[in-house]
Each structure stands twice: as C-alpha cells, then as structure tokens.
C-alpha cells in the first residue's frame, strides 16, 4: 500500500492495458482455457435468407433441427434479423442517428423472429432465452429443450462505429460466432438460402465453382466488396480460443441441416488461419 | 407509403437497404455521413477511478465527495457520473484467468466490482441529491437534471458473453473506461473527464519514473498513446472514430478543484481533443 493504493497481486506484465493487465499473478500467465459446453451446436437461422421467406423455407428447417434434437444432438438456435431490420436501419441513417442507436434498434427484429421460431418449436421444446440465459443451459439441455435466441449481440447502445457506415458492425453473425466461442463450441453453423461460397456469383454467372473449404486469410485476400459474413466474425476468428469454423450451409435444401447438425461438411467450411 | 414487395420467394419492405448485402462497403457507405445526431451536447460525463480513487478508502473519496457536492450546488453543470471498479475487479479477472474461463465469462463477470463503487458513492451523494441509473434508462437524464439529481452510470459496457476475442492475451478488452467513453459519444455529450490519482496524462508512469513528462493540451492525432497507461487503450481508438465528443480531460481527483475546472471547460491537467472537431 506504500502508493496509497491497495494492489491484488504482483505485476506480471510490465503495463495496464485494457482491464489493467498489469496486476496478474503470475501463476495465472499459462491460461489454460476451459471449455464451458462444447457439445452444443450454436445455429443460426438467417432473416433476409430464411426467416422472409416464410413456412415455405422455415418449416423443413425446423423438422430436420427437431429431428436432430431427438437424436441427441444439442441445438441452440440464434435469429437473424432480415428485411425490418433494414427497413428501421434506413430510416435511422437517414436522420443521422449514431451507430449505438441503430445498434438498439437493431436488436428488436432478431427478438421478434426468436420469438417466432420459439412459438412454432414450443411443442418440440422450443424455449425463448434472453442474452444472460447462458448459464441455465445444462437444464434446458438435459431436458431435450431447443433453446432460441436472438443472434444480435447485447452491445446496443455500445456499439462501436464503423469506418463509412452507420451499420452496426456486430450483427447476427457476430452473435453467433461469438455464442459459439464463449460456449467452447468447435463450429458456428448457419443456415443461409445458397450453398456456401462460389467463385462468382452464382446467380449471375452459371459456371461459378462451388468452394468446400477456405481459411479466413484467404477470404480476406480475395478483397471482394461482399462478404458471405460478417467482417467482424471474420477478424476475429484467428484469434478464437475455440470456434474455429463456420459452415454456410443451404437450408432450402432438404438434408443439409440435419447432415451439419451431425457434424458432416456440407455447405462451406470456413477456417481459422 | 412504404410497401411490402414480394416475387422472388421473400417479403420484403420497400426501403433504401432492401435485398442489399449488409456486408458491401458499397452500400453501407450510403449510411454514413460526417455527422451524428447530438442527444445531450451540454452534458459532461465524469468517470471516477477505481484503483486512483476508491481503492484509496475515505481519504480520497470524501473530499471528492465534498467537490461533488459544492459543483452540484452550483447547479450550472449537467453531468453524468461513472465509476472504475479498481483492485477487486483485478483480483476477478486474476482467478478467472487461473480458472481459465472464457474471455465473455470475464467479461460477464467484472461489472459486478464497479456496481460496488456506485453504490458506495451513491450512498454519499445521495442526500446532496444523486441517483445509479439502470443500464440504458437515458431517457430518464432531462428528468434527472431537472431536478438536480445526479445519475451515476454503469460503467461496464453490456458486451458480457459475447466480448470479442481480444487482439492481443485472454482479458476482455472492452473496460469501464471504453463503456463510459461510449455511452458519452453515443449521447453526443461534449466531453469525458477521467478523474484519476495524477495531474494528467504522463509519457510514463509518473510513479515509477521521476522524469515522467505530463502531457498539456495536445490533439490526439499528436499523441504518440504511452505503453503504461492510465486509461483502456480501447478508449483511443474509441475516440479517434468518434464524431460527438470534442475532448478528453484527465484530472487529479485528489487536487481540490481540477475536476470542478474541467467542468467549466477550462483546460486542466491533461487535455486531449481532436483537431478535426474544433
């Protein structure tokens, strides 16, 4: 106490950094992470790719997720947001509003589509869980419940702003990979309306190639004005402690969802590296 | 009117992002402008430290508390205050690393430490007229300064579970000094003033270096950040992207009456704006 402070522990680095680094003991330098539940698949149903469409898209999706769960497999579903996402994104950059605005307006539309699914897989198990829920999934899951969520991430008003752009940032796909890594779970699984990445557009160009595997690196080298996810999900995935794939897969295919919920590598298999 | 439009297998609603990938630079660059909506251009958000400060027991945080309370009674100042959480919340993150639990886990875990620090100077401010304000409840601050009373925010930003894997160790980068930084920029409040333990902000650690030089008034595009530091880094960044928060000040919470300067604009201790928002 000799600087009038009270200090916890030893300096183990030489300076405060970002939660002031600079007070851990040194026991605690090997970080040896632990995973909290890593059998749980974290899946994300599209908005704009899926959830719009309506039953016609959903429906089959829901069956074959409700199939996996009766075999066993641990599902948590996160929502994306989609077309009313947009829409109050547009009015909002219009009159000027700051990115943590948008970012709490933003987190509505992902809730109501949650909401949705939940109502539709209540019979299944489907149960609506909020941002802090996290830590009663073991009930919900020994219980056979499909818990489903919001994909947005709870930063709202703390959203940070973007180069260009009033968007937030951290969107839906954010959320997923984020639950994902926080849960210690391998893959992030999201379910869009096309096969994954294409060396072209497929739509405009019919001999666009299919592409099964791509690390982020390579992703980030093509330079392409679009992305298939978000940039943030894709900065962050060299760093990841645990989620270290996406997989895109087609959920208007009948088949795929069930095959990537049991592990097998349809769609497109994005990787760390 | 807005419409829904469909024919190609979605509903969709008639807007200018409508079927637009919100992944292209191209279209999100049609979202941006060179200014954000200003919610509280008069107010000043004043972050207290947890280690400068609290940790330092009575002696520091009374005769804050009395600065508090004759700028309060002056009442031409509308602020916000927020708090560090200090020694416990280091002592968190230290047995959640040993633990080792997962970046978000730590992140859901420290806001916990500051809550304590809001409540302690709650609990003395409150009869000068004082108030913690729940997470987001901003609509309520015209009431607050209405009648005087000073809210005291949560300084942690609600980033919890899903805090992003850090660029650089397993800590979460996202501190109290960021959320505060962000909830002022966000608010368009025109300033953040950190009250500390030193006369500003050093070029190194003022208590390990006697040579240690303070830096004055200085544009942050001039500030070369020093690596030991009395504020998140995150909170750099933060502010080189910001568009509503014109300075950044670093008072000596100990020194009766930098903290009540700041207030009035004047420049005191370590001043940092940013030459483009002058």
Redesign the interface.
């Known amino acids: 106490m000799s600087d009038g402070g009270t200090t916890a522990g030893s300096g183990a680095e030489g300076r405060s950094g970002s939660i002031e680094r600079r007070e851990i003991p040194v026991s605690a330098v090997d970080y040896s992470p632990v995973a909290v539940m890593p059998d749980v698949k974290v899946v994300k149903i599209g908005g704009q790719s899926i959830l719009d469409r309506g039953r016609a898209a959903l429906f089959p999706i829901l069956d074959e997720i409700v199939a996996a769960r009766k075999l066993g497999i641990q599902v948590v579903i996160l929502t994306g947001g989609g077309t009313r996402a947009r829409h109050i994104y547009s009015i909002a950059s219009e009159l000027e509003m700051p990115t943590g605005i948008v970012a709490t307006l933003g987190k509505y539309i992902p809730m109501q589509n949650a909401r949705m699914v939940q109502m539709l897989l209540a019979k299944h198990g489907g149960i609506y869980i909020l941002p802090d829920d996290f830590e009663k999934l073991p009930l919900y899951m020994q219980l056979g419940c499909i818990p489903v969520m919001s994909g947005m991430p709870p930063f709202g008003y703390w959203e940070k702003r973007d180069e260009n752009s009033r968007i937030p940032p951290h969107r839906t796909d954010a959320g997923v990979f984020l639950s994902a890594e926080f849960l210690g779970s391998r893959r992030a699984i999201f379910i869009k309306d096309e096969d994954g990445l294409y060396t072209d557009d497929p739509k405009k160009d019919p001999g666009a190639q299919h592409i099964a595997r791509i690390t982020s690196s390579e992703l980030v080298a093509r330079g392409l004005p679009d992305v298939v996810v978000e940039r943030k999900v894709i900065e962050y995935m060299p760093r990841a402690q645990w989620c270290k794939e996406l997989q895109i897969i087609n959920g208007l295919k009948p088949g795929n969802v069930l095959a990537a919920l049991q592990g097998q590598d349809v769609g497109t298999i994005i990787s760390a590296g | 009117m807005?419409k829904l439009v469909s024919g190609d297998?979605?509903?969709?609603?008639s807007?200018?992002?409508?079927?637009?990938?919100?992944?292209?630079?191209?279209v999100?660059?049609?979202?941006?402008?060179e200014?954000?909506?200003k919610i509280f251009p008069d107010v000043s958000l004043v972050s207290i430290g947890g280690?400068?400060i609290f940790?330092?027991g009575k002696?520091?945080i009374l005769p804050l508390v009395d600065e508090l309370v004759e700028i309060k009674a002056d009442k031409t100042q509308k602020f916000v205050i927020g708090v560090g959480g200090?020694?416990?919340?280091?002592?968190t993150?230290?047995m959640a690393?040993?633990?080792?639990?997962?970046?978000?886990?730590?992140a859901q875990l420290?806001g916990a430490m500051e809550e304590l620090n809001a409540i302690l100077l709650n609990t003395l401010l409150a009869p000068h007229g004082s108030m913690p304000m729940q997470r987001?409840h901003?609509w309520d601050l015209p009431l607050y300064f209405d009648a005087g009373i000073t809210p005291i925010a949560i300084s942690v930003?609600?980033?919890?579970?899903?805090?992003?894997?850090?660029?650089?160790?397993?800590?979460?980068?996202?501190?109290s000094d960021?959320?505060l930084f962000?909830?002022a920029?966000?608010l368009?409040m025109k300033q953040i003033i950190f009250v500390k333990?030193e006369d500003g902000l050093y070029d190194c650690d003022p208590?390990q270096h006697a040579d240690a030089k303070r830096f004055g008034v200085i544009a942050l595009e001039d500030l070369k950040v020093p690596?030991?530091?009395?504020l998140?880094?995150?909170l750099y960044d933060?502010f080189a992207?910001?568009?509503?928060v014109k300075r950044v000040v670093i008072v000596n919470g100990l020194v009766r009456g930098q903290l009540a300067a700041a207030l009035r604009g004047e420049d005191v201790g370590t001043v940092i704006y940013k030459r483009g928002n002058q």
């Open positions: 807005t297998g979605r509903t969709h609603i807007s200018q992002l409508m079927r637009e990938s919100l992944q292209n630079k191209g999100l660059a049609g979202t941006h402008s200014q954000d909506l280690h400068s940790d330092r002696a520091a200090g020694t416990r919340m280091r002592h993150m230290a690393v040993d633990f080792g639990l997962p970046t978000g886990g730590m420290v987001d901003f930003p609600p980033y919890h579970f899903w805090e992003p894997p850090p660029a650089e160790g397993h800590m979460p980068e996202h501190g960021f959320g962000q909830l920029e966000v368009g333990d208590k690596k030991e530091n009395i998140d880094l995150e933060a992207t910001a568009k509503n």
